[in-house]
């Protein structure tokens, strides 16, 4: 059996080149490749390099790529010579400004017609966005929060809500493809994309994904409110060197299966049909040319079906930046030949030229290319748009409504983590005088950051009037006359701190919202962790008047707060809370929710003590170098609950058995609350330094107070497993530990 198996995979990539293509003719979606195979049958080598390329909407329009558009006009000419005579498979993103369904429907339908009534085997246009928190590109979608929100609300549920509500309204406006969520486990806090993932866990960014990717796509991403989701980026981008946006990462292969590769193994599990590449270099090879990752490890090994997209002009990149390519026809060779099979060129259809040119002198082989289409063809199937170009058959009443909004806010709610509440200062009364102050405290954008109806989310232009700022929310909790605003600060510029002490003086509390600007990949780098010092110096100025301080942190990293942490009374992290944020908070400072939020990743005291929860010992050894502000995981409630002891079914176990940890938590305090309950496992002793402790587990439970409620988990051998340094993933016979809340337990586990 195992022998014709290998010579099976032997033939396969003999046949396929350098790669294992799809062949499958059986199974559930036998009759959508058989579909696919007579539409391939029919095509030539010009129509399949076309439908490897994806163009950036801006290539159909008047106007330079990047220019401001305040109407999106298509030029004839460019439409004609990208759609129609280089057959552009996918189409994606914006034009400048976020459109409403009724526009997408208009753009998108004319994309469409374009391609039914001009093109000879009339292949509907794959139409992609960066729906990463909600329908974001659509103007007046809900804007849920983002997903470091999700994972600290360590509610799997929301995140599957916040899938739903993203491809239902991305359908509303005519999308099929998200290039969402984003599985990047997130290692260094520097990196200024961390609000756009699960943070820096790789149980919580694996849990949180497969649910996300379950929102999104349903058991039929062709469904009127399904999508279908890309996840991203492949793999490595989060875990680089410097924390700079694409840059290096260099990590071995033991760890990248360990910290970074289950995510995406789940999510292939949970039907993942696309993949967006890792702008980075791994290991001193660019990702976009790692045949190893993309095709052995990728395609082969987890049996991956979908497609494989490239990053934004990240062909381009392998000859600009990476420098493995002296010119662009060599960089596409060398991305096809990797396992590439979606081109992300925005501006142009020099890929599908190259590749053309690259087949027809044997370079490449035509097999590695209708691996490639048979991919696209097959996921475009899947959704939908051979059968419902622009999904019309359905009305959207849901868009943009009062359920979608409101559970909206509960996500943001939920997520918000209270971090100090020195003697229970919060909740506040509401009969109090409050100075709002703080350069997020009157900002739409400052609360959904980048992302938001423009890529930098920081244009005012497009925010929703009826949405609420922390000011305006508060103000609407207390009454105005309560309330007093003073800006005080910009990002990193000083505006009127005075006036802002001023104004404190007379008020009762202090609200500081302080935060970071909007703002996504390379221009979200910076240079210190340091909150800015203009930030930093009105906490300070405003905690010297000797006025309690409320400080609200609108971040999507943790920037360190060291020297105003001392200075205040409470300390509320909401993250990237979204259109709901401002009430979510003001929710929260008042008591209407207790906050149940956690860390979803460590928050550094030092930028030179950068170290994540789950790092090896050495670590610790001598200076006490782990010594965060706040451990991953933690989180305040207004109630308090108490742990009971961990019971497990046996204090040793089998090898093939699994074992039940129970543990008994209790509402001690007088408000109801949500608790979320994370179990670790610590592994004694193992052949690769173990680290101190790893999450495997997590569920949220509501007690009301006094209410105790037994929260079990089941372990499985798999969670007592690591990845070997031979890149195997072993099990060791030995110690281990649980722990859950203040309580441990430990249990021997035999061969
Ligand atoms: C980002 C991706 C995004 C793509 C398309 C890239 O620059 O890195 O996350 O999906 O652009 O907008």
Known sequence: MKKTALILAGICLIIAGMSCSVKENTGPDKAIYEKVDSIMSLMTLEEKAGQMLNLGLAALLEGPFFTFRDTLIFDTAKVNSLLVKHGAGSVQNLGTYPLTPEEWRYYIGYIQNVVKGQTRLKIPVLYGIDAVHGANYTAGSVLTPHQINIAASFDTSLARIAGEITAYEMKASAIPWNYSPNLDVARNPLWGRIYETFGEDTYVTTMMGKSMIEGMMGNDPAAYDKVIASAKHFIGYGAMVTGKDRSFVMMPEHYIRQILLPPFEEAIKSGLLSIMVSSSSLNGTPSHIDHYFLTKVLKEELGFKGVVITDWGDIDNLVNNHRVAKNEREAVKMSVLAGIDICMEPYDASFSEHLIDLVK??????????????????????????????????????????EFDSLSLQAARESITLLKNANNILPLAKNKKVLVTGVAGNSINYLNNGWSRTWAGEDTAYNDKQKHTIL??????????????VQGTGYTNEINIDEAVNNARQADIIIACVGEKPATEVPSNIEDLELPDAQIKLVEKLAATGKPVILVMTQGRPRIIRKIEPLVQAVVMAYVPGNEGGIAISDIIFGNANPSGKLPYTYPRYSGSIIMYDHQRENDFGFMAYRPQYEFGYGLSYTTFEYGDIKLDSDSVKSGNTINCSIDVKNTGKLAGKEAVLLFVTDEYASVCPVVKQLKRF???????????TVTFKLELKDLMFVSSNNKRVYEPGSFKISIGNKEAGFYLYE
Do not use: C, W
């Open 699 to 709: 569920t949220k439970i509501y007690l009301e107070p006094g209410e105790t409620k």
């Open 361 to 402: 002198s044997g370079e490449v082989p035509q097999s590695r290319v209708d691996d490639a289409v048979r991919r696209i063809l097959y996921v475009k199937y899947k959704s939908g748009i051979f059968d419902d170009m622009l999904f019309e058959k359905h009305s959207y009443d849901k868009f943009a409504s009062k």
């Open 472 to 485: 305006q929310a508060i103000k609407a909790e207390i009454g105005s006359q309560n309330v007093k605003f």
